[in-house]
């Protein structure tokens, strides 16, 4: 639950602290690939291995200011970063606007889990079972709380069912299209993705995901002719990206129902 707090003060407080777990998220989409702690040690350069300091780290401002780049060696910060800082930022300021008041922090913790997963997702094909785990973790926890607040077992029930549908109509999919084309189709992350997607929005959600999905790809595809760039049967497209950007608005649409 939002402490209640004047309009003004309670979102600027959203996408600063939303700004701040941005550049976190920026920092383990450059690390966790890497094999790099995503804890520890300080935040350096990537180019010339600077420690930054306190100033270089304000998120947003530091790279605007330094206009994306290393104030020592000039090398690039990274598009990445930004995006980070300023989408956990959005998603902060929109879970206050638009999330039912009950549910605005369990929607920024949602969408700042697929904000990193989806740049995973879309720079490298690879979504980490450890981050999808921590996503059907929190669905999980977030749903118990609900249940206990309503005093009935009806969300739980909802979720789980929900986290099995999703779960188990991808895997089918993968199986379907392995048989039949003798190679994989999906990546192994996917449905267990999808799994962790319905728990936090429930079965007829993971038929809005799904088909919201779609219509992603779908546009997705159609940018990459448009640009020019070559698509045959085996360009690989990053499904886990569409589905968290399917799935975020479709649990604040949840809440506005």
Not at 95 to 119: C, D, I, K, N, P
Not at 148 to 160: K, N, S, Y
Not at 203 to 213: D, H, N
Request: with cysteine; hydrophobic share 60%.
């Amino acid at each position: 639950m939002i402490i209640a707090l004047p309009t003004g003060a309670l979102l600027t407080g959203a996408a600063v602290f939303g700004a701040v777990i941005g550049s976190f998220l920026g920092a383990v989409l450059v690390r966790l690939p890497a094999g790099r702690s995503v804890v520890g040690g300080r935040s350096a350069c990537d180019g010339c291995g600077k420690a930054l300091t306190v100033v270089e780290l304000v998120p947003v401002l530091s790279w605007a200011i330094q206009r994306g780049k290393c104030r020592d060696c000039g090398a690039s910060i990274g598009g990445a970063q930004i995006v980070c800082e300023v989408g956990g930022a959005l998603i902060g300021v929109a879970s206050v606007l638009w999330a039912r008041e009950t549910l605005a922090l369990a929607a920024m913790l949602f969408g700042w889990q697929l904000l990193l997963l989806a740049l995973l997702d879309l720079r490298h094909l690879w979504l980490p079972r450890v981050l999808v785990g921590w996503l059907a973790v929190s669905g999980v926890l977030v749903v118990i709380a609900q249940a206990i607040a309503v005093e009935a077992l009806d969300p739980l029930l909802v979720a789980l069912t929900g986290g099995a549908l999703g779960y188990l109509l991808f895997w089918m999919i993968a199986r379907f299209y392995l048989k039949a084309r003798g190679h994989e189709g999906m990546g192994s992350g996917d449905p267990p993705l999808m799994g962790a997607i319905g728990i936090w929005l429930g079965p007829l959600g993971v038929v809005e995901v799904m088909l919201g999905a779609s219509i992603v790809g779908i546009i997705a595809a159609i940018v990459m002719l448009v640009s020019k760039r070559t698509i045959a049967a085996d360009t690989a497209l990053p499904l886990g990206t569409c589905l968290a950007a399917t799935a975020w608005p479709m649990f604040l649409l949840q809440g506005l129902g």
